[in-house]
């Protein structure tokens, strides 16, 4: 009896060492299966919803089918987009006449799920969304608002949410107007939201300067939230891969993109090489290192070195950054799974409810949360990108 327990337990450790020397890729796509069984479930969902959340980390665990060529992660993201995507093409939950820049992102996993697949149904819905953009309200110069229920704001969350989608479909369905819609929405963001004292973005800006988080005068938000950087930033290089090398805005986004680079490197907190939620308000009380900004600026980092974009410097920097977040975020768990840790759960601005007024005090109170998918998703990409 007793060389059989014994055994068990060797076996049981055996299982656990082998869990603890696989890729972090492959162990964080693993444990968030575990922890969702059915995709719909990810971002803590009580029910299917078409959410610019199970769009980044799906289309993460779709880059782990690539990488490892295991057909459980491309079964897992399309087992959302077969329950999502009706037969005509129309998405569950989704309505293009609200407007919502959010819902544009979850099109990128179906650009994968289409080529594999097929199906038209798939390729009408990533049409769908692209005529959502066509009529998608906009400042006088052309940028789009975040929501039709935020009107005349540009938030830099946005720009993640439309470009790379905006600029894959451009470059899958030979539509070369969308790589200067994507240049365009970059640069204007620069031209209104650049705070050239620090190098650094801010939140938001009102064209309107009605909102009360607006200052009246030049219509921005009070704040760098560090995220919302981040989104930024991903933007740029995740856009890059599909605007042609051509494009005659190309090296204006590079330069654009290369000098917010070396800015957060200024903000970096010199114990743990982390970022702050608060992006330049390092000492100040209540600001917290946090997870999804410190995975953003890693991944273009990283991406940006790999691409030719930034120095190869950086992609040393990114290497040391990426051990550091393990070491600072990533908690192991006792069923052998793992978590990332201190992920701010939302923040934005306004809303009739709740007024979100951009103040300090707004950024460090939002709740913070284990297993966000806005670190999940971009920390699963960077650890591919490093085969980590």
Sequence with gaps: MKVKILMVLLFLASVVSAEAKAKYFIRMADSEMKRNPEAWMLDFSPKPKWNYCHGLELQAILQVWEKTGDKK???????FADLM??????????????????????????????????????KDALELMRNQMKTHPRTKDGSFWHKKIYPHQVWLDG???????????????????????????????????YDSKTGLYYHGWDESRRQRWADPVTGLSSNFWSRSIGWYMMAMVDALDFI???????????SIFRELCSSVEKYKDPK?????????????????????????????????????YLSKDYL?????????FVNRFIKENED???????????????GEKNYRDGSYEYYINEPV???????????????IMLDK
């Design 73 to 79: 992660y491309y079964d897992y993201a399309y087992g």
């Design 159 to 193: 720009l993640y949410m439309a470009c790379p989608f905006l600029a894959e479909y451009g470059k899958a369905f030979n539509e070369a107007a969308l790589f200067d819609e994507a240049a365009l929405q970059i640069i204007d963001t620069h031209k209104y939201l």
């Design 369 to 383: 949360r284990d297993n966000d998918p806005k670190v999940v998703g971009p920390f699963i990409m960077l650890s």
């Design 244 to 254: 042609p090398d051509n494009h005659p805005k190309r090296d204006e986004i590079v």
């Design 272 to 308: 743990t090489g982390m970022w702050y939620q608060v992006t330049d308000q390092m000492n100040r009380e209540g600001n917290y290192i946090e997870s999804s900004a410190s995975a953003m600026f890693i991944y273009s980092w990283v991406k940006g070195a790999q691409k030719g």
């Design 85 to 122: 995507v009706e037969q005509d093409g129309q998405i569950k939950t989704y309505k293009p006449l609200e407007y919502n820049i959010d819902r544009i992102n979850s099109g990128k996993m179906l650009f994968p799920i289409y080529i594999q697949t097929k199906e038209k149904r798939f």
């Design 336 to 350: 052998g799974a793992i978590s990332l840790t201190d992920g701010c759960a939302v923040a934005g601005l306004g």
């Design 316 to 324: 040393d920097k990114g290497e040391k950054a990426y051990d550091q």
